[in-house]
Each structure stands twice: as structure tokens, then as C-alpha cells.
């Protein structure tokens, strides 16, 4: 990405150059196409910001601590162009997403929607958010990048896993000579 916008940026002083010494239509359109480049990188970006569609979903939306739920995720393009280099970034602290490498990111053609088949598996109890916690949007010429949260996180409530104690010795039904039975 780094070397890329060094790259864009050698070629609009470069062109820059060009026009100053020589002058003429060649060199004009070479600048102003340099020029046109991130602005038409960043309306991408922009456009597909705010086009880009998610959805997610879990079995349940109350689990259990430790235990494994299914999830799924939809991505959709309802546009004429493609998607690049879209990233899914989740929440990671309280919960984990099982299997995400092979989706994390990920293209899209026009018209195309794919769907996302895993489990999550939930750490602690409590009432949070888990899933898909943001989303990265990178133009096709990793000039500009946008990181927007999801506007509505998927909350769950986790509640804690309960142990059975059927074979514990404090539990045993039978009183001891000492406790005085009687």
C-alpha cells in the first residue's frame, strides 16, 4: 500500500515536471490523468462505503458459555461494479469466530452474494456483542482504505455453563455415624 501511493505520488511530480518543461496536450493529459487517479480511487472507496451490504445471524440469541452456536454471514453486491479487497474485521475478546480465514477478505462480483456457513464460540457470560465488528474497504489501487464499524452489532446474552454434580462426595445421601442420625 505504502509503495503504491509513493508510486501515484512520483507520477504526479513526474508529470508535473513534464508539463512545466515541455507544455503541449500530451503531457496535460498525462497530469491530469496522474491527477484524476486518487480522485477517482476515493469516490470508489467512498461508493462502495456506502453501498456494501451485510448481514449476520446467529441460531440463537441466547447461549451458553463455552458451547459452540452456528453463524452465518452474508455479504451481498447489488451494483454494476466490483468489489475489491473488502475485509471483515470481528470481535475478538469476548467471543471467537471458528473457520474465518477463508472469508475474512474477500471480493465480490456484480450482482453477487455470498454466504458464510461457521460457528461461534462464546468465552464469558454476560450481554455482548459478537461477530462481524467492522468492516475494511480498500479501493482497487490500495490507495485508500475506510474502517467503518457495523451500524448494528450483533448482541447475545451467554449465559454461564452449568456443571452437573451427580457423583460428589458432599452430596451423598447417607449420614455418617458421627453426625448423630438418631
Do not use: W
Not at 507544455?23 to 476515493?42: A, K, W
Amino acid at each position: 500500500m505504502k509503495e503504491v501511493r509513493i508510486g501515484v505520488i512520483l507520477c504526479i511530480l513526474l508529470s508535473g515536471f513534464f508539463v512545466t518543461f515541455y507544455g503541449g496536450t500530451i503531457p496535460y493529459r498525462f497530469f491530469q490523468c496522474s491527477l484524476l487517479v486518487p480522485v477517482l480511487c476515493l469516490i470508489y472507496t467512498a461508493y462502495v462505503y456506502a453501498r456494501f451490504k451485510i448481514y449476520q445471524e446467529v441460531e440463537h440469541n441466547t447461549l451458553v458459555k463455552e458451547e459452540i452456536a452456528d453463524y452465518t454471514i452474508q455479504v451481498g453486491n447489488e451494483d454494476y461494479i466490483m468489489y475489491e479487497h473488502i475485509k471483515l474485521n470481528f470481535y475478538e475478546d469476548n467471543s471467537r469466530v471458528l473457520d474465518v480465514e477463508p472469508f475474512r477478505e474477500s471480493y465480490l462480483l456484480p450482482g453477487e452474494k455470498k454466504e458464510y456457513k461457521t460457528s461461534v464460540l462464546c468465552r464469558y457470560r454476560g450481554n455482548y456483542a459478537i461477530g462481524v465488528k467492522s468492516v475494511q474497504v480498500t479501493d482497487f489501487m490500495h490507495l485508500f482504505s475506510i474502517t467503518y464499524p457495523i451500524k448494528e452489532p450483533y448482541n447475545v446474552t451467554v449465559l454461564p455453563k452449568t456443571i452437573s454434580l451427580d457423583k460428589c462426595f458432599f452430596l451423598e445421601e447417607d449420614c455418617d455415624d458421627k453426625q448423630g442420625n438418631g
